[in-house]
């Protein structure tokens, strides 16, 4: 398989990424800063350092405006000075992103330009829009879900807007580690057998 594009999102048990609320200055929403708990952990040698390691090992990364936004455009740059591919639905005249963030408004050309800038490494996904807008186009290869034992009740969902269309997912790797287990995900193309 050709570098594969991942995304990397913490999730609650009820399918929540962020808390009611999510806004600048709350960017997690209400008590949705309890999904990022397990990077407590992330300078350890166990399974969430491994995860965290493997994150700063992508070669480029896409987001959605929104999560862009919210992240305050991570000031031009994400990690390691990769290129940023944000994914969104208008550019207005004059708004450069900073550093290595650029703006791409088609999904397909976004993975085509995310793919060939980050070599043989990984392309890290971030946002909901921008993982479901990849999953609809056939883009994303991989879900790496950190799955958080709670329930939010509330707030902002990482697969709400699929539509009807029947998505399998093969498990290629489960780790677990203290309050979170980190689940891997092989989107499985239509017609292709598990």
């Not at 991942?6 to 709350?26: F, N, T, V």
């Not at 050309?109 to 479901?132: I, K, L, N, S």
């Not at 287990?181 to 193309?189: D, F, K």
Request: with cysteine; hydrophobic share 35%; aromatic share 6%.
């Amino acid at each position: 398989m050709h570098n594969p594009i991942r995304l990397y999102m913490s999730m609650s048990l009820d399918g929540y990424i962020a808390g009611p609320d999510d806004r600048p200055g709350q960017e997690l929403g209400r008590d949705g800063g309890r999904l990022l708990n397990w990077l407590d952990d992330r300078k350890f040698d166990g399974p969430s350092g491994q995860i965290y390691r493997e994150a700063l090992a992508t070669g480029a990364v896409i987001s959605g405006r929104r999560t862009f936004e919210l992240a305050g455009r991570w000031q031009g740059d994400h990690h390691d000075g990769v290129p940023i591919f944000v994914l969104t639905h208008h550019v207005d005249d004059g708004d450069v992103p900073p550093g290595h963030a650029r703006f791409v408004t088609g999904v397909e050309e976004c993975a085509r330009q995310a793919r060939a800038a980050a070599g043989d490494r990984p392309v890290m996904v971030h946002g909901a829009g921008a993982a479901q807008a990849l999953l609809r186009a056939g883009q994303l290869d991989e879900m790496e879900i950190h799955l958080i034992p709670v329930l939010l009740g509330d707030g902002r969902r990482l697969f709400d807007h699929l539509g009807a269309d029947h998505i399998e997912r093969d498990l290629v790797r489960r780790l677990e580690d203290r309050d979170v287990t980190h689940l891997r995900y092989q989107v499985r193309r239509p017609g292709e057998a598990a």
